[in-house]
């Protein structure tokens, strides 16, 4: 199983779009992982985690074929997660020659209802190339290869924002963000159904900075916990690879001061095009 960081940064991307702090003037200078763009994450070559107005971008950097995505589950419908508007170039005259004949969508109510104003916008070929599913928590479905089910996040309490555990052949993920302090019933869900995570990748938004367990996004403090809770309750072992991500400018992003600050929790901080085998 491939799994790809296609974007690591907060909604308002680092540097942020309109910031001129000090951390965002300072990846405006030294660029390379230091420049952050919003949230999506690509498992091997057909399915996608989240659909930000970056995902263009996430193609050309990584030299994806977009055409060849099967799946994509959305968590939320914020638009930093949700900005699909884009689906709409995949018609003619707009495109040609898709590998794949069909994409399924799969969010909820929220996210559905963004993207049927998407779908009302299109025409010809396009209408024919999507199949939109709402979902539940705690609800495994199945999609080609994938056992996903999605779970309870703290965040965004007008709608049921997710987070994913996504198995793939012998592998099994969990897929942490956005959310706060992970709800008890996530937790026993997962302890119940005894999975054991290959990786695991966190919401540490606010960095170093501190974060009430009330809050919608974590801290590394807060992740560290999450980690060892799940390590208490058998779902996370020694081999299990803890990745950190969706940064906010407000916490400095910096890539060496992640790595230097995540050294003391065995985490890895996650940067755009960062690719991992599992
Ligand atoms: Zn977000
Ligand atoms: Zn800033
Ligand atoms: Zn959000």
Same mark, same amino acid.
């Given at each position: 199983?491939?799994?790809?960081?296609?974007?690591?940064?907060?909604?308002?991307?680092?540097?942020?779009?309109?910031?001129?702090?000090?951390?965002?003037?300072?990846?405006?200078?030294?660029?390379?992982?230091?420049?952050?763009?919003?949230?999506?994450?690509?498992?091997?070559?057909?399915?996608?985690?989240?659909?930000?107005?970056d !995902?263009? =971008?996430?193609?050309?950097?990584?030299?994806? +074929?977009?055409? #060849?995505?099967? @799946?994509? $589950?959305?968590t939320?419908?914020?638009?930093?997660?949700?900005?699909?508007?884009?689906?709409?170039?995949?018609?003619?005259?707009?495109?040609?020659?898709?590998?794949?004949?069909?994409?399924?969508l799969?969010?909820?109510?929220?996210?559905?209802?963004?993207?049927?104003?998407v779908?009302?916008?299109m025409?010809?070929?396009?209408?024919?190339?999507?199949h939109?599913?709402?979902?539940?928590?705690?609800?495994?479905?199945?999609?080609?290869?994938?056992?996903v089910?999605?779970?309870?996040?703290?965040?965004?309490?007008?709608?049921?924002?997710?987070?994913?555990?996504i198995?793939?052949?012998?592998?099994?993920?969990?897929?942490?963000?956005? !959310?706060? =302090?992970?709800?008890?019933?996530?937790f026993? +869900?997962?302890? #119940?159904?005894? @999975?054991r $995570?290959?990786?695991?990748?966190?919401?540490?938004?606010?960095?170093?900075?501190?974060?009430?367990?009330?809050?919608?996004?974590?801290?590394?403090?807060?992740?560290?916990?999450?980690?060892?809770?799940?390590?208490?309750n058998?779902?996370?072992?020694?081999?299990?690879?803890?990745?950190?991500?969706?940064?906010?400018?407000?916490?400095?992003?910096?890539?060496?001061?992640?790595?230097?600050?995540?050294?003391?929790?065995?985490?890895?901080p996650?940067?755009?095009?960062?690719?991992?085998?599992?």
């Amino acid at each position: 199983m491939k799994f790809r960081f296609l974007g690591t940064a907060a909604a308002e991307g680092f540097p942020a779009i309109f910031c001129r702090c000090t951390a965002c003037e300072k990846a405006r200078k030294i660029r390379g992982k230091n420049v952050r763009t919003r949230s999506q994450a690509l498992i091997n070559n057909d399915f996608l985690l989240d659909f930000p107005g970056d !995902t263009y =971008w996430h193609a050309i950097q990584n030299r994806l +074929y977009l055409d #060849e995505i099967k @799946y994509v $589950f959305f968590t939320h419908s914020h638009m930093d997660h949700c900005t699909c508007i884009d689906l709409r170039m995949r018609g003619k005259p707009f495109a040609h020659d898709c590998k794949e004949p069909l994409v399924s969508l799969y969010g909820n109510a929220a996210v559905k209802e963004k993207y049927e104003t998407v779908y009302a916008g299109m025409f010809g070929n396009a209408l024919e190339q999507f199949h939109f599913e709402e979902i539940q928590p705690f609800t495994p479905i199945s999609v080609g290869e994938y056992e996903v089910v999605a779970l309870p996040a703290r965040h965004a309490p007008s709608e049921k924002a997710f987070v994913y555990v996504i198995q793939y052949k012998d592998k099994c993920i969990f897929y942490c963000l956005d !959310t706060g =302090w992970v709800f008890d019933e996530t937790f026993a +869900y997962m302890q #119940e159904k005894g @999975y054991r $995570f290959d990786m695991i990748a966190l919401d540490c938004t606010s960095v170093d900075k501190p974060s009430a367990d009330t809050a919608g996004h974590m801290n590394l403090q807060q992740c560290a916990r999450v980690a060892e809770k799940l390590r208490e309750n058998g779902n996370v072992n020694e081999n299990t690879k803890i990745f950190v991500t969706h940064f906010s400018h407000n916490g400095n992003p910096i890539h060496s001061r992640l790595q230097k600050l995540c050294k003391t929790y065995g985490f890895i901080p996650a940067y755009d095009g960062m690719e991992v085998e599992i």
